[in-house]
């Protein structure tokens, strides 16, 4: 176990130039599949602060418990800026995937403002062909919530995908 001094002492965020060369090493997927992506960690839309929520596991409330979950002791507000935590920060998405991005979201989750900002950014910018499906009603990670309806609507829409992305193999 570290000490509390050697968990301080945290490693800064990469630098963008330093993302990039090892981004450059990386060969990209043929596609990617986000389920419920948190695609800005600094929860910026608006849509985020409303009651929006019917029975979603994120809420306002947990939401920063959660996000302490994939951030390192010791982070600043401005490491939530850093593309590779908060990808709606990119400038350029070209590259990202070989073939195409798939983006799914429930309609009552508490982050899908940020996922309609970082679908609209990514059209926007070009570079990246995304398709965007938003299920009427259903929380964060609703297709792999083991529950069998959800199971079955989420693949509807993700089986697919990856079925016209392996034929373009």
Not at 1 to 12: D, H, L, Q
Not at 16 to 33: K, M
Not at 70 to 91: A, D, H, I
Not at 95 to 103: P, T
């Amino acid at each position: 176990m570290r000490s509390p001094a050697a968990r301080a002492s945290v490693a800064p965020p990469p630098t963008a130039a330093a993302a990039t060369a090892r981004f450059q090493r990386f060969q990209p997927p043929l596609a990617a599949i986000t389920i419920s992506p948190a695609p800005d960690f600094r929860l910026t839309a608006p849509s985020n602060h409303q009651p929006y929520t019917k029975f979603d596991l994120l809420t306002p409330k947990t939401f920063p418990e959660v996000r302490k979950l994939y951030l390192q002791p010791g982070w600043t507000p401005e490491f939530l800026s850093n593309t590779l935590l908060s990808p709606v920060c990119c400038e350029d998405f070209s590259g990202l995937v070989q073939k195409e991005m798939l983006v799914v979201a429930g309609g009552s989750e508490m982050l899908l403002g940020d996922i309609e900002q970082f679908v609209h950014k990514v059209q926007s910018l070009g570079g990246l062909s995304i398709q965007y499906h938003v299920e009427e009603d259903q929380p964060h990670c609703y297709p792999v919530l083991g529950l069998q309806d959800l199971a079955e609507r989420g693949a509807g829409v993700i089986v697919p995908f990856i079925a016209s992305m392996v034929g373009r193999v």
